[in-house]
């Protein structure tokens, strides 16, 4: 038995056609969606995500900026900054790059971002809003993970589902999405007792702990749908995610690979979600 790939750029490709008459209708009301990245020191990997994010912009007709200040800048003048962005009526979607530098609150940060512009999802008012079932919007890695799964047509509702992870960018909103969808979940992390019974009776297996090859072949459902959100650099430059792909490759139905998943997907959620907030603003659609 060899797993289905869910190849990220294929499905991000097939995300992006279905935005694009959007993009067009709003175009109509003479209003072009636009995202304002800001980057905050030099990380070599938080410049090739802001160029993906950028790339992925031009491709659906987006309009985007990138805004950097240096590793040393205080922590008002990066608020500052985002107030200016706040106002910009050209701009419907906010995000901060992280990691950000030891003196800066990631979370003040987070919560200076106008709520109608937090495309990333990451503010208290969009995770209360998802735990209440009413999200507008949502951790574009997990929507990410969600949309995988119905493009592969793989059922969610009454199967057992693990997340191995609890952050809140990817583990507690993957849960609630999953719960949402009629699951029945599980949530876990690297130090859980028994992890490996857990998992093993998972129909859909969500990794996102950050741990090279935590996920063994003999912790996997045969069959089930493994997707790893893991992101790990090995000694040798090398990137690897948490699942130990080529063991659990020949056991379960259908397997992410990394890179080339889920991080795709990753970016096409946060392009989705920049173009909701361009038609909420707009008027086009509720507020």
């Known amino acids: 038995m060899t797993a289905i790939l869910l190849d990220g750029a294929v499905i991000a490709r097939h995300t992006f056609s279905e935005l694009e008459p959007r993009v067009r209708a709003l175009g109509k009301l003479g209003v072009r969606p636009g995202l304002a990245a800001v980057c905050v020191g030099d990380d070599p990997a938080s ?36 107030e200016r962005i706040n106002h910009n009526p050209d701009i419907h979607g906010v995000i901060v790059q992280l990691p950000l530098p030891r003196q800066l609150d990631a979370g003040r940060v987070q919560r200076a971002i106008a709520v109608d512009k937090d495309v990333d999802g990451f503010g208290w008012h969009h995770l209360g809003a998802l735990v209440a079932g009413h999200p507008v919007y949502t951790p574009c890695t997990p929507l990410g993970v969600m949309a995988m799964l119905d493009y592969a047509g793989i059922t969610i509702e009454g199967r057992r589902a693990v997340v191995v992870g609890r952050s809140v960018i990817v583990g507690k909103p993957m849960a609630l999405l999953l719960i ?61 995610g948490d699942v130990d792909f080529a063991a659990v490759n020949a056991k379960a139905g259908w397997l ?25 603003q707009s008027g086009m659609t509720p507020a």
């Open 47 to 82: 410049a090739i995500y802001v160029r993906n994010k950028v790339r992925a912009c031009t491709e659906v007709g987006l309009h985007s900026e990138v805004h950097t200040l240096g590793a040393n800048c205080t922590e008002n003048a990066l608020l500052e900054k985002l």
């Open 180 to 240: 949402s969808r009629g699951a029945t979940v599980t949530v876990c992390n690297s130090k859980t007792p028994d992890l490996a019974r857990l998992t093993a009776d998972a129909d859909i297996l969500v990794a996102a702990t950050g741990r090279a090859g935590l996920i063994t072949a003999d912790m996997v459902k045969t069959g089930a749908a493994v997707i790893d959100v893991g992101i790990n650099r090995l000694p040798d430059g090398k990137i690897t």
């Open 256 to 280: 992410t690979p990394v890179p080339g998943g889920v991080g795709r997907m990753t970016v096409a959620m946060l392009i989705a979600n920049t173009v909701t907030a361009a038609e909420r």
